[in-house]
């Protein structure tokens, strides 16, 4: 029962891979034919401008700012070219020129050189851009692997979202999500690490690998909670080892099953909105734990409790970056208000209408990362039938054993026709 994949809705495009990158920024923003073109135009306009002047001003030796000029838009290839006409065309000029012997070597070095170090110029350019290129690809594949490409589907909801970092040079910031299709329905999570910077994605990379482990392997929502909380808190300890601020995460963890009911266990994050009928509300939990990593704290045992999800309607869960989203008065952005107007759109709709929506308010100005979910139930009919003998509704770990399906061994065919994995 693999995962259904059908898009991708970060803000930025996905990178490259380090070849195209290395292709792009190698490669000329200006053609070879224009090229030949206005150098040529360039040198009949000097070489006038030097006959008209006489001996009083020779223009022709200015021709070697050329190569230096063509360093920044061309590729090597062409500053070489480049550089090779501008010391013909100079030489030239030097050797039917007047002077003495001296002047005629100095002008010729002095072009030359100037030439030169246009071509080096390029070259280390090119070669800059090449390493930053195959570093930035590297991160972004790295970054990749935090956080999934949305939209997602499984048997029991399919997801949209909208993700904005507020560091314009990342792909992922300090907010999380994941969706996972396991044994026992599907389980959310959307999530805010505290802080900002590289600190805060380490953290939210080791809660988001928890949950994928913890979300397949536990039978109950409040296990997935707590696995994750001794993710964070083992990652603290190591934080701490590294002479780095301990960090906690505020996360909303929920679990799809086949009926219309959603379990929810809130570790200090916003509720979740509801949208149906043309109407939306914010969904009532009434209790709300410490964060991740902060357990310790506290002497409560976090519980599930459960709310209706009734066909048709879209689950919205955010980030206090939504929330907290300021206008230039500095009023906070009235998330309950505006989603009103949208309750009747689809989920891909209503992301896009608040993205449009916050961008106008805050002034195009974030002063948080922004994650937002819209999580609609799959469609009974749209769901995957089981096959005769199939559990209901399993998907299982490499390796884990699910209640009822014989051991490897025992009989190795229908074993395998028992057993699926889980595509994460």
Known sequence: MALKRNGVRHRGAAAPGADAGVA??????????????????????????????????????LLVVVPALASVYCSLRQTIWIAVWITTVVVGFRVGADGTFWDFVFGIGFAVLACALGVAA?????????????????????????????????????????????????????DIYEVVESPYGTRVIIGDVQGKGLAAIGAGFAAIAAFREAAIREPTLTGVVEALEAAVVRHNVFSAQTGEAE?????????????????????????PRLLHDGRSSAVTLHRTYVPLGLAGLSQETRTTESFDLPPGATLLVVTDGVTEARDAAGAFYPLDERIGAWAGHGPRELLDALHVDLEDFSGGVRRDDIAALALLRTPADDRRPAAPGDAPSRVTAPGAVVPGVRAPGDDAAAGESERRTAAV
């Open 122 to 174: 390029c070259a280390a350019r090119i070669r800059h851009a090449t390493e930053m290129a195959r570093l930035r690809s590297a991160a972004v594949t790295l970054q990749r692997q935090i956080l999934r490409p949305l939209p997602v589907g499984t048997d029991h909801v399919t997801a949209h979202g909208l993700y904005e970092p507020i560091e314009e040079d990342r792909f992922v910031g300090g």
């Open 24 to 61: 792009t920024v190698s490669r000329s923003r200006i053609g070879n034919w224009a090229l030949v073109g206005g150098l040529a135009l360039l040198t009949v306009l000097v070489v006038l401008l030097d006959v008209s002047t006489g001996n009083d001003l020779r223009v022709v030796p």
């Open 247 to 271: 960090r906690f995460v505020t996360a909303l963890v929920l679990g799809f099953d086949e009926g219309g009911r959603v379990e929810a266990v809130n570790c200090g994050h916003l509720p």
